[in-house]
């Protein structure tokens, strides 16, 4: 069956008591025993909830995993891998990180002795000058953000496999409907599902998908031994975003591309992200290893003073952090997003004053198009009334 239908259907045929097509929210958290040492399969709701499998099951199967599990946040997946790993052990990691994995390392996991070192995980060599006799997974973002740089997780699994070490993609940006990590042979795939699964700027939630039966069942002690699992109306409310995923992306794609192209040529812009543009470094990996692009890109302005009035002057794009929704958000990843990223390191990879942050939403592309050019023409203006 194709992923579009997959997705359409999720949990539509799971209720076999009602044949409700839409899956029931269970907000039980203890399940009655039919008698001792017998379950219904569901015991404690931490440790497993019927709406929850529901979405963990589709979730699975969409990702080309053998289990997925539904966490509380982005973050809390995160943590939840990350407490895979033991004091000692040292991680290989792509180096434009979103800024709360790399606070998350840097400020917690490393008291519990786990250490990372950041590279552009698309190059080998600094794969090899980065592995110690304690390093464990290689853990990396394609396309990163926001400089959407492109890993080749396909070449990065091959040489983690030959030295022994998992490797965990972060896929957030692409979605299982454009890229699946675990076919290109990664062992683990998180998701900020907050941002395009869901979709529509209203829901928090992680996703953990596993290949394999050793570490699939190590994950799940993890899961159910920290806690921070998704709550059944969070798991509906992903579920049921996830049904129109295929739309949304493809949407989200055409729009980003026709703005990107847009800006491209605008007299202030001094440079566009974006991978779906053949001039970009990552495109040709990019296009071999996904089905489309994301519906994220950023753009450096010419002038660091245009930042301001462009940010005030949006009216249909919403000045806003995150990404993935059905609506526009515009960011400044230098005091936004990645604040947290020491500046030195922000500096070195591109994420300076100049650069702003584009989560192109569903809306049509020429309302968007002309809502940009108005606050782009606005902050010329502004910056030109300046300097007379
Ligand atoms: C947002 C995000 C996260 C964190 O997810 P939350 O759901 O906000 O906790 C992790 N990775 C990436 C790439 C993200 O965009």
Not at 10 to 19: A, E, F, L, P, R
Not at 87 to 96: E, P
Request: proline share 4%; hydrophobic share 45%; with cysteine.
């Amino acid at each position: 069956m194709k992923i579009e239908s997959r997705l359409a259907q999720i949990g539509s045929q799971k209720d076999t008591v009602t044949g409700a097509v839409s899956f029931p929210i269970y907000q039980a958290t203890a399940f009655r025993h039919p008698g001792l040492g017998e379950s219904t399969g569901f015991d404690y709701a931490r440790t497993k909830s019927p709406t929850r499998a529901v979405l963990e099951e589709a979730v699975a199967e969409i990702e080309s995993g053998d289990a997925a599990f539904a966490c509380s946040s982005g973050m809390a997946a995160l943590q939840t891998v990350f407490a895979y790993f033991s004091s000692g052990d040292h991680l290989i990691v792509s180096l434009d990180l979103y800024g709360g994995t790399y606070r998350l390392l840097e400020r917690i996991m490393k008291r519990f002795g786990v250490t990372a070192t950041y590279v552009d995980t698309n190059d080998l060599d600094q794969l090899g000058a980065s592995l110690t006799s304690n390093t464990k997974a290689i853990l990396i973002e394609t396309p990163t953000n926001p400089l959407m740089m492109i890993t080749d997780i396909a070449k990065v699994s091959t040489w983690a496999k030959s030295k022994g070490l998992l490797t965990i993609v972060d896929n957030t940006l692409l979605t299982p409907y454009f890229q699946r990590p675990l076919e290109l042979g990664a062992d683990i795939v998180i998701h900020s599902a907050s941002k395009y699964l869901a979709g529509h700027n209203d829901v928090l939630a992680g996703l953990i998908i596993t290949k394999g039966e050793e570490l699939s069942a190590e994950m799940a002690f993890l899961h159910n031994s920290i806690g921070a699992v998704l709550g059944p109306q969070d798991s509906f409310l992903l579920a049921r975003g996830m049904k129109t995923l295929a739309l949304r992306m493809e949407r989200h794609q055409s729009n980003a591309t026709a703005i990107a192209k847009f800006l491209q040529t605008h007299e202030a812009i001094a440079e566009v992200f974006y991978p779906a543009l053949p001039e970009h470094p990552g495109h040709s990996i990019q296009q071999g290893q996904s089905s489309g692009n994301t519906g994220i890109f950023s753009f450096k302005v010419k002038d660091a003073r245009y930042v301001a009035p462009i940010l005030s002057s949006v009216k249909l794009i919403a000045f806003a952090e995150s990404l993935g929704g059905v609506e526009s958000l515009m960011t400044y990843p230098a005091v936004q997003t990645h604040a947290d990223i020491p500046e030195e390191i922000r500096q070195a990879i591109g994420v300076d004053d100049r650069l702003l942050r584009f989560s192109v939403g569903i809306e049509h592309v020429d309302d968007l198009i002309a809502d940009l050019d108005q606050a782009l023409k606005f902050a010329m203006q502004e910056v030109a009334a300046l300097q007379n």
